[in-house]
């Protein structure tokens, strides 16, 4: 499975921004999906992963009520909107496929990863 986030930017604090994950085969679409993160000289860490089917939700507690990801039933797509963001979101956005139809929480959860896509806030 291939994966092409997109979406990065530069915006300032409490700006928006919006990610977008595409996976390239269509069985993933049976594959949880998530986001990490990593900032410089920091390890990866979870942001938030989505069900096969987009109903269930998990969020780092760090990004819970600002950030929201969605995905349609099945889709090999998933978006990630980043409202009311702070410098300490700086960092390389990562989405992974997960190896089951339920995203886990730690990176060994997912087998496929995108490149990631750089998001940098200023304060």
């Known amino acids: 499975v291939q994966l092409q986030a997109s979406g990065g930017g530069l915006v300032q604090a409490g700006g928006s921004l919006r990610l977008s994950c595409t996976a390239s085969?269509?069985?993933?679409?049976?594959?949880?999906m998530g986001w990490f993160r990593q900032a410089p000289g920091k390890e990866r860490e979870f942001v938030v992963g989505?069900?096969?089917?987009?109903?269930?939700?998990r969020y780092a507690e760090s990004v819970e009520g600002r950030f929201t990801v969605s995905r349609g039933y099945g889709s090999s797509t998933t978006y990630l909107n980043m409202n009311s963001l702070k410098p300490e979101d700086t960092a390389v956005y990562y989405c992974?496929?997960?190896?089951?139809?339920?995203?886990?929480?730690?990176?060994?959860?997912?087998?496929?990863w995108g490149l990631g896509t750089q998001v940098t806030v200023s304060s």
């Open positions: 992974a496929s997960a190896r089951g139809a339920f995203a886990g929480t730690t990176t060994t959860s997912y087998n496929s």
């Open positions: 085969r269509r069985t993933s679409s049976n594959n949880g």
């Open positions: 989505v069900s096969w089917n987009g109903q269930i939700t």
